[in-house]
Nanobody, 124 residues
């Protein structure tokens, strides 16, 4: 059974850094895409970053150069390090896993398993 659980959200100021962690069980990383999505109030859920089958990483243009997705120290987690945070980064952040193909990793429909989400609020 695949389970995902996010942690690490909170309230920070613009320019600060924050690390989110997604604890994952029930998957083999080489066979799955693990991604972070986010959803701001009144907006659609959007792609943030992806660890694709533990080979390459991919980012949304809006976070490239500021966010880093990586395997956690314990290896059964995927972290999202967010630097130089902006108020527009405020959202609920979700971790997702699925047997997505590369061309679909930015599409939330490609993921079959989701965490409950963690709130990130960036004040100006």
């Amino acid at each position: 059974q695949v389970q995902l659980a996010e942690s690490g959200g909170g309230l920070v100021q613009a320019g600060d850094s924050l690390r989110l962690s997604c604890a994952i069980s029930g998957i083999t990383f080489s066979g799955y895409a693990v991604a972070w999505f986010r959803q701001a109030p009144g907006k659609e859920r959007e792609f943030v970053a992806c660890n694709f089958r533990n080979t390459n990483t991919y980012y949304a243009d809006s976070v490239k150069g500021r966010f880093t997705i990586s395997r956690g120290a314990g290896k059964n987690s995927v972290d999202l390090l967010m630097d130089t945070l902006k108020p527009e980064d405020t959202a609920v952040y979700y971790c997702a896993a699925g047997r997505a193909i590369l061309s679909s990793i930015r599409n939330s429909n490609a993921y079959t398993h989701w965490g409950q989400g963690t709130q990130v609020t960036v004040s100006s």
